[in-house]
């Protein structure tokens, strides 16, 4: 009987320490065709229950090798450009700001490993953002390519992770 109850704590233990973390997708999108249209903003919901929470923001990002543009000429650019936008519940307020992220170092070599034919980042957006109200945010990225369409993108999720 000792040892079904000592089994049955740790257990419980486990389990709730995994079910206090968050790991909650708020946008997510695949690019059916590899191309994200210049003013085709992604946009989604997020609610917080219990203020304030932290949470770190992060990307990850999907893409192929004619990324950012299928002309030749084009393919040594690698940033990708966008802006975050999160607009506090009740529209009482926002955080917005422009990230530029290059996916190749200098020499032109991608910064991460081809899997399936193509390379998959992990973007760190924002560490530690406090939310500090209960409610409903809203999240909008915007794509900030200069040219249209930005090209290679197979899949973009933006996760806030407690």
């Given amino acids: 009987m000792r040892y079904k109850t000592v089994i049955l704590i740790s257990l419980l233990i486990a389990f709730m320490s995994c079910s206090n973390t968050d790991n909650s997708a708020v946008i997510t999108r695949d690019f ?41 000429a084009h393919q040594e650019e690698s ?11 009740n529209d009482d307020g926002f955080r ?10 200098k020499d032109g070599n991608w910064k991460a490993e081809k899997e399936n034919g193509y390379y998959h980042y992990k973007l760190p957006i924002i560490n530690d953002m406090t939310f500090s109200e209960e409610g ?10 200069s040219k249209e369409p930005l090209y290679g993108i197979k899949s973009l999720t933006l996760k806030c992770i407690n």
């Fill in 32 to 72: 059916s065709e590899e191309q994200w249209s210049r003013f085709e903003y992604l946009q989604a919901d997020f609610r917080v229950d219990r203020a304030p929470v932290e949470y770190d923001i992060v990307m990850e990002v999907v893409v192929s090798d004619i990324f950012p543009n299928v002309y030749e």
């Fill in 79 to 89: 940033t990708l450009s966008f802006n975050l936008t999160i607009t506090n519940p």
């Fill in 96 to 105: 917005s700001r422009n990230y530029n992220f290059n996916l190749k170092d």
């Fill in 136 to 145: 409903i945010y809203k999240f909008q990225i915007e794509n900030k390519y």
